[in-house]
């Protein structure tokens, strides 16, 4: 384990921090290529042209290894499969919707590839799970096809907020679940269950909307001193406090400062022991 990397069950280093693409819209290609240069090596996007422009996080790719040297193999790209009730009808379908489960899997596998001009996929995710544990099964044994093949390295899931069903997952699974990806909330009790199922069966939990659902906690006094200590801001304390405690968080910042003191962090001593006790509070720990 390094200070910018984790290794997951499925053997593979995935970046303690990632680069989230998520309604970035136009600007995907150069906020990639900005987050990149800056130092980010893992980008996760989707194959729902709802909220993601995979297509231009391939050109950004691209543009990387030919202007900049940077190549895909020290990159961790993430995508996702979205069944038809995650994506926009009006707009062009990364796959048929008449087709079978299986084959919109594979249908949207391919679309992948072919956005991210790549012939493999370092974390393939479940953008949701479907109606039934069953059809949940059905997609998820696809993707451990792309495993066996060699094309994907690492399966995951996302927006799964119930225990028992990842627990049935993760029982069900040949290639365990090495990642689940969820919104990091109150509402949700912080996943307090699901991350402690993790803990155990060494499951990385990626945290999304992290600040942005969390203002009362980095305006929490202990957050704002830890910052003032170590001139830094409320975020930096709260991504390395996060980190500290085993979570691999999403950043999606559209600006260039918050790049550079997000990525800071991985670099930073960790936090005391003490101020780690408190802020678990916080998140129900």
């Not at 996702?80 to 796959?95: A, N, W």
Request: charged content about 25%; glycine content about 4%; overall charge neutral.
């Amino acid at each position: 384990m390094s200070a910018t990397t984790v290794t997951t069950n499925a053997g593979i280093q995935m970046p303690r921090l990632i680069y989230g693409t998520a309604w970035k819209k136009e600007a995907t290609k150069n906020l990639v290529i900005q987050a990149i240069l800056n130092g980010f090596r893992g980008i996760d996007t989707a194959c729902q042209p709802k909220h993601y422009r995979e297509d231009l996080v391939g050109q950004a790719l691209v543009e990387l290894q030919t202007k900049h040297n940077i190549s895909r193999k020290d990159l961790f790209i993430q995508t996702k499969f979205t069944s038809i009730d995650g994506q926009d009808r009006s707009k062009p379908l990364p796959y048929d919707p008449r087709v079978s489960l299986t084959e919109q899997v594979r249908q949207s596998f391919a679309t992948s590839l072919e956005n991210l001009q790549t012939d493999y996929i370092d974390s393939l995710v479940l953008h949701g799970p479907e109606r039934t544990h069953e059809l949940t099964m059905q997609v998820y044994r696809q993707c451990e096809q792309f495993v066996d093949e060699g094309r994907v390295k690492q399966l995951g899931i996302s927006n799964l907020y119930n225990l028992n069903n990842l627990r049935k997952l993760y029982d069900d699974a040949r290639h365990k679940p090495a990642i689940i990806q969820n919104r990091f909330h109150a509402e949700t009790n912080y996943d307090n269950d699901i991350r402690q199922f993790c803990r155990e069966k060494n499951i990385f939990y990626q945290s999304f909307w992290t600040l942005t659902a969390n203002p009362h906690i980095l305006s929490h006094s202990l957050i704002q001193k830890l910052a003032e200590e170590r001139h830094g801001t409320s975020a930096q304390i709260f991504f390395r406090f996060l980190i500290d405690i085993g979570l691999t968080p999403l950043t999606g910042t559209t600006d260039e400062k918050h790049m550079k003191e997000d990525l800071q962090v991985l670099h930073w001593q960790s936090l005391d022991h003490e101020s780690v006790t408190k802020l678990k509070k916080l998140i129900h720990d």
